[in-house]
């Protein structure tokens, strides 16, 4: 439920900032994230979860960025597809903290990449809001990254809450406060984007990620880029040429085809109970 709604997400945005500016369209929605945030946690956080929630957070928050800048210039489902590749860049980051790189995932980078040059026309079909998406991917990668490197030990719920309050903080030092009231559509791309996308999303993901292994949770959430790609053709009227296509299911292939290599490397590396 949550993937799907990231999917529909992207053509919720893209409509939005066509109609309001895209500063205080992300000021209001994560601010609307960090009440949503407050109210179920209900405490203030600690020192440790302040300081690394507002490094996360500016990740984070350069990555939504990134997203939501491209999306006024690319279509929202090849924004989402490329926003997927977060998944084959994640271990490549990773291994900067000693982690070991598997021959998949240089299969899946180099799949999902020749992908990419066919959904988007070539190199020189390349536009800058594609540019931009694919460094949301490798910012929401490096996001996973440092999450995985300094939140062990802590509760995710307050830390969730200190990276609402982070991007809230960036985007409001980095814009001013628009003026001008959201039109009703845009204060519904805030509310499902704001409460639903941003911290249900983030306190959902963290409460199944109790009851999921890592690779079963990757392997789901890898199902974002065929939800945006679904809902651009179905809500946003988006269509796909042949070499268009084949690049968006080269790119699927590349997300979906790595998970399930890792899973499968998970289950066989698990040892057997006593």
């Known amino acids: 439920m949550v993937t799907a709604v990231w999917g529909w997400t992207f053509v919720l945005v893209k409509d939005a900032v066509t109609q309001y500016p895209t500063l205080p369209f992300l000021q209001v929605r994560f601010a609307l994230a960090l009440v949503v945030m407050a109210l179920l946690v209900r405490r203030l956080p600690t020192s440790r979860e302040l300081r690394i929630g507002l490094l996360v957070g500016a990740v984070l928050a350069a990555g939504y960025l990134t997203q939501t800048v491209g999306l006024t210039m690319t279509s929202p489902g090849n924004a989402g597809l490329i926003t997927g590749l977060f998944v084959v860049f994640t271990p490549l980051l990773n291994r900067a903290t000693g982690a070991p790189i598997h021959w998949w995932t240089w299969v899946a980078t180099i ?5 990419l040059l066919f959904l988007t026309g070539g190199p020189s079909g390349m536009g800058f809001g594609d540019v931009l998406v694919l460094a949301c991917a490798v910012l929401f990668a490096l996001h996973i990254v440092l999450l995985g490197k300094w939140s062990p030990g802590l509760p995710a719920a307050p830390l969730a809450m200190v990276q609402m309050a982070s ?12 003026l001008r009231m959201p039109s009703a559509s845009v204060w519904w791309a805030i509310v499902i984007t704001g409460v639903f996308a941003s911290a249900l999303a983030f306190y959902i993901q963290t409460w199944a990620q109790q009851h999921l292994s890592p690779g079963r949770t990757a392997l789901i959430l890898a199902s974002e880029p065929a939800w945006a790609l679904a809902a651009a053709v179905v809500l946003a009227g988006q269509r796909l040429g042949l070499l268009q296509a084949v690049g968006a299911a080269l790119v699927l292939a590349a997300i979906v085809g790595h998970e399930l290599a890792s899973l499968k490397f998970e289950v066989h590396v698990k040892p057997s109970p006593p």
């Not at 799949?111 to 992908?115: D, R, W």
């Not at 991007?167 to 628009?178: E, H, N, P, R």
């Open 111 to 115: 799949l999902s990449l020749g992908g």
């Open 167 to 178: 991007c809230t903080l960036i985007f409001s030092v980095g814009g001013t406060w628009s």
